[in-house]
């Protein structure tokens, strides 16, 4: 929501540079605010719209997985690589997101497999137009995201052809024709942008968005998301759970043996995650959403060694074992979970436990207890239980296929009751959105509404018109730009007594969170204002 404005931007006119209203220009190229603004005149101004070109780029990604998986690997793998990406909880995440990260990722995808096609010569020959969609994938990708849709399939490319030692493959013309339209079409909104904004865009785009976030503060860089080198590991098991747990197999199936050798597409998936991980490893400034990219080849991996666990050959009865061990696990976790979600809401959080919880973990907490969500905690644990008795099935008849058949169901379920349960009941609970709708309604049509302190995405995202930030509050005056104004209680009590009699309280909202009410005020007189001060409706 905080970057919704830029949509509006771009709706009223400014395509080329949007900014954030409030706030500065954009800080990427704005392929996505462009989609959005297609996606509100389709469907009006509503989260639907802004989420959609997300929600579509996770999907497609999906698709791009499995027919690149079914062609190279076989069909049952792709299915396992689908499933596993879709329902994996960082995926599922990002693709709710209204932003770009799931665009760039579905952009890098399809140019590393479109290269892959591209350069596989004994399956076809080469045809030109694998590098033409590659170009035009990684030219998309650098309009989403600046230079790194050139920049990571090109990556991904590069550690391939080196381990295979195929060098002529990357100084072909066909190849370096592809990244040079590419880079064409991403540097043809940099030139536009620039003759916009000038050196001050270049600043901004360059110097502060990129250079300073990829670079050292002691060369210049900025203290933004700065990580130690192995900060991504943990983040990329624990959001890839619970496929995670089969990644131990996997390590096993692809341990070098002289009796076997590697498919060429698994070995293209490991250059491909291998190198997106080690260059955002390797970024001073490493926010979690940017490791993204890396879930495509790691699906692929896991769809693998679902079907290499299912093969009953001798020679991978290690990889069997381990993989079965897995999916114990998965069981045993999620039957653990379960057993303490029910457990809390039957008997409540011990106070101890309360006290070292993240405020956010205590809320949801709450929510079960309190919310009536019932219902859905029945379907949840019911189904998730079911997905376990898969699991332990499949282990017991030594079928890996039905133990990833009850890992998808468990994964599946738990995305529903997170993303679709959980959340939407938290986002309930703190919303602003009939505050400001009511706020809409309530200042007359065409009157400004100016916005003090410390903003709040969701009025800026909710109110049909701009708010305009201002820095003080003034009584003096008789235009009528300053009479509505939106402000968190806590900042207007901070005010002095006189001036505060200068207004009245028209709406007061107050959103279960942690910053408190917010009031919509209008300037008045002192006598009406004393009258009408708490006499205003709560929301």
Same mark, same amino acid.
């Given at each position: 929501?905080?970057?919704? /404005? !830029?949509?509006?931007?771009?709706?009223?006119?400014?395509? @080329? $540079?949007?900014?954030? *209203? #409030? &706030?500065?220009? +954009?800080?990427?190229?704005?392929?996505?605010?462009?989609?959005?603004?297609?996606?509100?005149?389709?469907?009006?101004?509503?989260?639907?719209?802004?989420?959609?070109p997300?929600?579509?780029?996770?999907?497609?990604?999906?698709?791009?997985?499995?027919?690149?998986?079914s062609?190279?690997?076989?069909?049952?793998?792709?299915?396992?690589?689908?499933?596993?990406?879709?329902?994996?909880?960082?995926?599922?995440?990002?693709?709710?997101?209204?932003r770009?990260?799931?665009?760039l990722?579905?952009?890098v995808?399809?140019?590393?497999?479109?290269?892959?096609?591209?350069?596989?010569?004994?399956?076809?020959?080469?045809?030109?137009?694998?590098?033409?969609?590659?170009? /035009? !994938?990684?030219?998309?990708?650098?309009?989403?995201?600046? @230079? $790194?849709?050139?920049a *990571? #399939? &090109?990556?991904? +490319?590069?550690?391939?052809?080196?381990?295979?030692?195929?060098f002529?493959?990357?100084?072909?013309?066909?190849?370096?024709?592809?990244?040079?339209?590419?880079?064409?079409?991403?540097?043809?909104?940099?030139?536009?942008?620039?003759?916009?904004?000038?050196?001050?865009?270049l600043?901004?785009?360059?110097?502060?968005?990129?250079?300073s976030?990829?670079?050292?503060?002691?060369?210049?860089?900025?203290?933004?998301?700065?990580?130690?080198?192995?900060?991504?590991?943990?983040?990329?098991?624990?959001?890839?759970?619970?496929?995670?747990?089969?990644?131990?197999?996997?390590?096993?199936?692809?341990w070098?043996?002289?009796?076997?050798?590697?498919?060429?597409?698994?070995?293209?998936?490991?250059?491909?995650?291998?190198?997106?991980? @080690?260059?955002?490893?390797s970024?001073? &400034?490493?926010?979690?959403?940017?490791?993204?990219?890396?879930?495509?080849?790691?699906?692929?991996?896991?769809?693998?060694?679902?079907?290499?666990?299912?093969?009953?050959?001798?020679?991978?009865?290690?990889?069997?074992?381990?993989?079965?061990?897995?999916?114990?696990?998965?069981?045993?976790?999620?039957?653990?979970?379960v057993?303490?979600?029910?457990?809390?809401?039957?008997?409540?959080?011990?106070?101890?436990?309360?006290?070292?919880?993240?405020?956010t973990?205590?809320?949801?907490?709450e929510?079960?207890?309190?919310?009536?969500?019932?219902?859905?905690?029945?379907?949840?644990?019911?189904?998730?239980?079911?997905?376990?008795?898969?699991?332990?099935?499949?282990?017991?008849?030594?079928?890996?296929?039905?133990?990833?058949?009850?890992?998808l169901?468990?994964?599946?379920?738990?995305?529903?009751?997170?993303?679709?349960?959980m959340?939407p009941?938290?986002?309930?609970?703190?919303?602003?959105?009939?505050?400001?709708?009511?706020?809409?309604?309530?200042?007359?049509?065409?009157?400004?509404?100016?916005?003090?302190?410390l903003?709040?995405?969701?009025?800026?995202?909710?109110?049909?018109?701009?708010?305009?930030?201002?820095?003080?509050?003034?009584?003096?005056?008789?235009?009528?730009?300053?009479?509505?104004?939106?402000?968190?209680?806590?900042?207007?009590?901070?005010?002095?007594?006189?001036?505060?009699?200068?207004?009245?309280?028209e709406?007061?909202?107050?959103?279960?969170?942690?910053?408190?009410?917010?009031?919509?005020?209008r300037?008045?007189?002192?006598?009406?204002?004393?009258?009408?001060?708490?006499?205003?409706?709560?929301?």
């Amino acid at each position: 929501m905080c970057e919704s /404005g !830029a949509v509006r931007d771009v709706l009223a006119g400014n395509l @080329i $540079l949007p900014r954030f *209203l #409030p &706030g500065p220009i +954009v800080h990427v190229p704005p392929l996505y605010w462009w989609l959005a603004a297609l996606c509100v005149k389709a469907v009006g101004w509503n989260e639907l719209a802004l989420r959609v070109p997300s929600l579509v780029a996770a999907a497609l990604t999906c698709a791009i997985v499995f027919a690149w998986t079914s062609k190279t690997i076989g069909k049952r793998p792709g299915l396992w690589a689908a499933g596993a990406l879709l329902f994996c909880h960082f995926f599922l995440d990002a693709a709710r997101q209204p932003r770009m990260d799931s665009l760039l990722t579905l952009f890098v995808s399809a140019a590393a497999l479109s290269l892959e096609r591209a350069l596989c010569a004994a399956a076809q020959p080469r045809p030109a137009w694998w590098y033409f969609a590659a170009a /035009g !994938a990684m030219g998309l990708g650098a309009l989403s995201k600046g @230079i $790194l849709g050139v920049a *990571l #399939p &090109g990556a991904v +490319v590069a550690l391939f052809v080196t381990t295979r030692r195929r060098f002529r493959d990357l100084l072909g013309p066909a190849m370096i024709t592809a990244f040079l339209a590419a880079s064409g079409i991403g540097l043809a909104w940099y030139v536009a942008a620039y003759r916009l904004g000038g050196s001050k865009f270049l600043e901004w785009q360059l110097r502060m968005n990129l250079w300073s976030r990829f670079v050292p503060a002691s060369a210049g860089g900025a203290q933004y998301c700065v990580h130690p080198f192995w900060y991504f590991i943990p983040h990329v098991l624990s959001g890839f759970l619970p496929w995670s747990l089969y990644l131990p197999a996997f390590v096993l199936a692809v341990w070098p043996s002289g009796e076997r050798k590697l498919p060429e597409p698994i070995v293209y998936a490991i250059c491909w995650f291998a190198a997106l991980f @080690i260059f955002f490893s390797s970024s001073h &400034g490493k926010c979690l959403i940017y490791v993204l990219p890396v879930f495509p080849p790691l699906a692929i991996l896991v769809g693998w060694t679902v079907e290499q666990a299912g093969a009953a050959f001798s020679d991978r009865r290690w990889v069997r074992q381990v993989f079965a061990s897995g999916a114990v696990c998965v069981a045993l976790g999620i039957t653990s979970l379960v057993a303490m979600a029910f457990a809390l809401v039957g008997h409540g959080m011990p106070t101890n436990w309360a006290m070292r919880l993240h405020s956010t973990d205590r809320r949801f907490l709450e929510l079960l207890a309190r919310q009536g969500l019932a219902s859905e905690l029945v379907i949840w644990g019911g189904l998730s239980i079911l997905g376990c008795a898969a699991i332990l099935l499949g282990v017991i008849r030594r079928m890996a296929t039905i133990e990833a058949a009850g890992t998808l169901m468990v994964a599946a379920i738990g995305g529903w009751f997170w993303f679709a349960v959980m959340n939407p009941a938290l986002a309930r609970a703190e919303t602003l959105r009939n505050f400001a709708l009511q706020a809409d309604r309530v200042v007359p049509a065409g009157a400004p509404i100016d916005h003090f302190g410390l903003g709040d995405c969701e009025l800026n995202f909710y109110c049909s018109r701009p708010l305009r930030p201002i820095s003080e509050i003034s009584c003096a005056g008789q235009d009528r730009s300053d009479r509505y104004i939106l402000i968190r209680e806590v900042d207007f009590k901070a005010l002095p007594d006189a001036r505060r009699r200068c207004f009245t309280i028209e709406l007061r909202a107050t959103p279960d969170d942690s910053v408190g009410a917010r009031l919509l005020l209008r300037r008045t007189a002192a006598d009406e204002s004393a009258r009408s001060l708490h006499s205003r409706p709560s929301l």
